[in-house]
T-cell receptor, first 113, second 110 residues
Framework: SQTIHQWPATLVQPVGSPLSLECTVEGTSNPNLYWYRQAAGRGLQLLFYSVGIGQISSEVPQNLSASRPQDRQFILSSKKLLLSDSGFYLC????????????FGAGSRLTVL | TQLLEQSPQFLSIQEGENLTVYCNSSSVFSSLQWYRQEPGEGPVLLVTVVTGGEVKKLKRLTFQFGDARKDSSLHITAAQPGDTGLYLCAGAGYGNKLVFGAGTILRVKS
């Protein structure tokens, strides 16, 4: 069966510090990978998605970047965090690009102080 | 830009009551999904509806996709405290990207 792991679960960082959130998927090959941000337990905003190694599409201009160094690894990064980067970040995967069912990780709660 | 509007935003009811959550758009979606999310966790898929007019039942939950595939509803019969959570609808639209509604926070009191 497929599993998705996301870490760290909770992170408190000062403004201006770097960020790295990691997501890995097990039990499948060539998944589509996504990073979402959720504000105040409400709707999800798509930040990045990837259909393959090194292929990243950005949905919203922002202070964040994403990378996919391996088939089942997706990383969300920032060089300098802003207060507005605080939120709940969710990684997800799907079988293909037809917006099929998304399976989400448990999320990473980021607080920027 | 495709948007999905969910209503109500917040719902607090007593155990045993029925409720309906709505998801509306002016855009057509090829499919629509409903997710349930508990605090501090990722959303979990409840159902996917694909055909206009489709009705799916999952125990006490009934999901309907509008005939024109622009709207959907989730009806819960005899709500229980375990139904408490955030309910999200998501539509597969242009470029096959999922568009999420803002969610409905449901609280069922015992």
């Amino acid at each position: 069966s497929q599993t998705i792991h996301q870490w760290p679960a909770t992170l408190v960082q000062p403004v201006g510090s770097p960020l790295s959130l990691e997501c890995t998927v097990e039990g499948t090959s060539n998944p589509n990978l996504y990073w979402y941000r959720q504000a105040a337990g409400r709707g999800l905003q798509l930040l990045f998605y990837s259909v393959g190694i090194g292929q990243i599409s950005s949905e919203v201009p922002q202070n964040l970047s994403a990378s996919r160094p391996q088939d089942r690894q997706f990383i969300l990064s920032s060089k300098k965090l802003l207060l507005s980067d605080s939120g709940f970040y969710l990684c997800a995967w799907s079988w293909d690009s037809r917006a099929n069912v998304l399976t989400f990780g448990a999320g990473s709660r980021l607080t920027v102080l | 830009t495709q948007l999905l509007e969910q209503s109500p935003q917040f719902l607090s009811i007593q155990e045993g009551e029925n409720l309906t959550v709505y998801c509306n758009s002016s855009s057509v979606f090829s499919s629509l999904q409903w997710y349930r999310q508990e605090p501090g966790e990722g959303p979990v898929l409840l159902v996917t509806v694909v055909t206009g007019g489709e009705v799916k039942k999952l125990k006490r939950l009934t999901f309907q996709f509008g005939d024109a595939r622009k709207d959907s509803s989730l009806h819960i019969t005899a709500a229980q405290p375990g139904d408490t959570g955030l309910y999200l609808c998501a539509g597969a639209g242009y470029g096959n990207k999922l568009v999420f509604g803002a969610g409905t926070i449901l609280r069922v009191k015992s």
